[in-house]
T-cell receptor, first 113, second 115 residues
Framework: NAGVMQNPRHLVRRRGQEARLRCSPV?????VYWYRQLPEEGLKFMVY????????ESGMPKERFSAEFPKEGPSILRIQQVVRGDSAAYFC???????????FGSGTRLTVV | AQTVTQSQPEMSVQEAETVTLSCTYD???????LFWYKQPPSRQMILVIR????KQQNATENRFSVNFQKAAKSFSLKISDSQLGDAAMYFC????????????WGLGTSLAVNP
């Protein structure tokens, strides 16, 4: 009974490159949330997705960031043309449809050099 | 918009003693959920305890209990018989009931446990 799997665990990108973060939810969970944790800060909501649909992207920066949760495969958070300020830990959480049983992944730490 | 405030950036407790971490929140909703999460150095976010707003009884999980004061919008976490393994960042979080269940987070309290 695997939990939420996030990969890679650590990602280093040079400024201007693309970062692609993957999240495989718990089997049977149809809701995925992405959060960002900047150094010395709490988590900030980014985006909420259900299969093939973006439900709430109010926390996503308007440019360079996108997310998807396809019918098959993991959820992807994509950051284009990364800048130093994108350096953070990115967490994914999933939950089933019927309750508030969130399960978190271990996060991806993105470092932009 | 909902907000969550943790006014204690750092706390410390002696092993085997009791410590209380504070959390207040602001919402106009009547139905919602409150959570305490623990984040050890491994970075894994671990659920400590959860409270449904419609329940008057305070949630309890072994050594962890909450004092939920709905009218005051207060949700404090009490850790009894503190252990070295309790040392971590503790985050208070809020979620509306309903379809969009995104979590709104406090800034966290760093708890040190002294032997």
């Amino acid at each position: 009974n695997a939990g939420v799997m996030q990969n890679p665990r650590h990602l280093v990108r040079r400024r201007g490159q693309e970062a692609r973060l993957r999240c495989s939810p718990v089997k049977g969970h149809s809701h995925v949330y992405w959060y960002r944790q900047l150094p010395e800060e709490g988590l900030k909501f980014m985006v909420y997705l259900q299969k093939e649909n973006i439900i709430d992207e109010s926390g996503m920066p308007k440019e360079r960031f996108s997310a998807e949760f396809p019918k098959e495969g993991p959820s992807i958070l994509r950051i284009q043309q990364v800048v130093r300020g994108d350096s953070a830990a990115y967490f994914c959480a999933s939950s089933p449809a019927a309750n508030y049983g969130y399960t978190f992944g271990s996060g991806t730490r993105l470092t932009v050099v | 918009a909902q907000t969550v405030t943790q006014s204690q950036p750092e706390m410390s407790v002696q092993e085997a003693e009791t410590v209380t971490l504070s959390c207040t929140y602001d919402t106009s909703e009547s139905d919602y959920y409150l959570f305490w999460y623990k984040q050890p150095p491994s970075r894994q976010m671990i659920l400590v305890i959860r409270q449904e707003a419609y329940k008057q009884q305070n949630a309890t999980e072994n050594r962890f209990s909450v004092n939920f004061q709905k009218a005051a919008k207060s949700f404090s976490l009490k850790i009894s018989d503190s252990q070295l393994g309790d040392a971590a960042m503790y985050f208070c979080a809020y979620a509306n009931a309903g379809n969009n269940r995104k979590l709104i987070w406090g800034l966290g309290t760093s708890l040190a446990v002294n032997p």
